[in-house]
């Protein structure tokens, strides 16, 4: 079972819980919200790893962490920007800073907002398109869910309700205004209230015991409450027409006295007569509707369901194809996380949709279909229409391969001699970029022979050592391999391969392996001879870098075939969707993409595309990843 972690912040303590897909909690902890963000933020990733421990949960069953935290805050880069209750987090980088202590990818949403979202998937707002959640504690939140989808606005904060203007004239609240919504009416204005007319300091909690056993002072205050509540709520049905209020946070445990007031104010003062029968609702998961809402963000998306057929274009991310191999071993398991088939797999077929493994969409309003299928049914994700045949199969294939043993000698076809002599497929050219090599590591790159008869002799003749010339690879390093160039990974090799989509292979030497079947393995020779390129000249690249923000790109190759790119990322970078579509690998380190309307976690053995109308985005965290497009001609 895969489990998210959810974490809450609030201005006075801060819930942590182990979350499964049913939005039920495993377990929980709850810190109070004290001293220095710094400091907490080492104590939350502390909590983290007991309730893991506790739990008996491994680091391979955390999909990764989700926050809800007070704004004003920007999601995507995960800084809480100037939170009214929390002084002391302005400007704090809170998701790098957690990022530190633990390995899991990281979302942080508005802590509303995240309620919201929670309420939407497993609690009062199941049946609902248009509803708002209301929250009222330390101070008072709320998160709009509209037309089937969160509103967040345009920099992540929208629904920051308690900062509406309820009455000017009761005083300053902490954001700069008079009169704020949650200076009248939230568990701290309560508190205030009670201990001015108590003399002596008094809780939220303390002052409702009062009011309830008849203390006219305290009812005083209540009733205050309870009718700037309503107030805000009449404000929120005039603006936003939802078919239901749902309140939850502190405040709202006082129960059916707090409904009761607020509905019969609704009643009496919403401006539409339709809004005047709005219901006035508690949350169905009262003080863990934040924790929930915050570990949603990894178990269903940011729009509740992304397979929301109305929802808009956003990443498409891919579940990979395992193909087991006589040189595979187990580091696409060890090193990615992967559920590989066997202890001999070794190819991952990232992005694919060739016919002998095709990956499947694993998000959205096309969960479910192939690469092969979105290719042929919605031409429009990848190209401007007219701009491809419409019978051309997808371009490119994208692997991971763990050489756990040596691969075969081998080299493959180009288009022209690929159509007439493999049934109309694609030729292969490819690239690697290497992703880990174990120490005096080699690949076989090209040959020594002048002629074509030359290499016909040290073919015949067996004379390995003489044709094949190696070189030593190391984790960084990035090959060219044109179609025609003999070619091989050698023992202890991990690669990210960008290839034309082919699955044409002429193998020329084996090393006397034998396959399943007991006899050794099939040799091409003839077909070999015919297109290895003689004598090997190696391709030119021309390798550049350049800074955007907080990305170093560098393009490694840009032909026609296909372009290779390497994005670091250590911050927030911005984004502007081409009018091509962009194929994306996370080959280390963990981060998030921001799409406006969608926020996804990214972590190392992620795939996915970025659709051509995709639209700005932002990719935020400390990673790096394989970035490769069709080639231009």
Known sequence: MKYAIGIDIGGTKTAIGLVDPAGHIAAKRVLATEGPPEAMVVRIAAAVRELCSEAAVEPSQVLGIGIGAPGPLHPASGTIVCPPNLPDWKGFQLVSELQKYVDHPILMENDATAATLAEKWVGAGTDSDHFVYVTISTGIGAGIYMHGQLVTGSTGNAGDAGHIVIDPAAGRCSCGQDGCWEFVASGTAIARQASAKLERPVTA???????????????????TAFRQVGVGCVTLINLLDPDKIIIGGGVSKVGDVLFREVARYVEKNALN???????????????????????????????????????????????????????????????????????????????????NGQSIVRNGRFQGKTLGELWVQHRELF?????????????????????????????????????????GELGKTECWYILDAEPDAEIIFGHRAQTKEQLVDYIRS?????????????AGDFYYIPSGTLHALGKGIVVLETQQ???????????NRVGPDGKLRELHLDKAIEVTSVPHVPAETHTASEVYEDCTRTTYIRNSFFTVQRWEIAGTASFASEDRFLIASVVSGTGAIDCGDALFALRKGDHFLLPRNLGPYRISGRLELIVSSTGQK
């Not at 395992?322 to 991952?348: A, M, N, V």
């Not at 067996?462 to 190391?474: A, H, P």
């Not at 989509?501 to 090393?511: A, E, I, K, L, P």
């Open 501 to 511: 989509s082919s699955d044409t292979t002429y193998r020329v030497y084996d090393y």
């Open 273 to 355: 007569p339709s809004g005047r029968q709005t219901p006035v609702v508690p949350a169905a998961l009262g003080q863990d509707a934040g924790l929930i809402g915050a570990a949603a963000l990894l178990h269903i998306g940011k729009a509740q369901g992304e397979g929301n057929q109305n929802s808009s274009i956003e990443p498409i991310f891919l579940q990979p194809v395992f193909q087991e191999r006589i040189w595979g071993g187990t580091k696409l398991k060890e090193g990615f996380g992967y559920d590989i088939p066997s202890p001999h797999t070794g190819e991952c077929w990232a992005v694919s949709a060739h016919p």
């Open 462 to 474: 067996g004379n390995w050592s003489d044709l094949l010339t190696r070189v030593k690879v190391k």
């Open 205 to 223: 909690e303390e002052a409702f015991a009062l009011a309830s056993q008849g203390d006219k002072q305290m009812l005083e205050v209540y009733e």
């Open 383 to 423: 190209s401007a229409p007219g701009t491809t045949d419409a019978e051309a199969p997808f371009p490119l294939l994208i692997k991971i391969l763990d050489a756990s043993d040596d691969l075969s000698v081998q080299v493959h076809p180009d288009d022209e001699y690929a159509a007439i002599n493999e049934h």
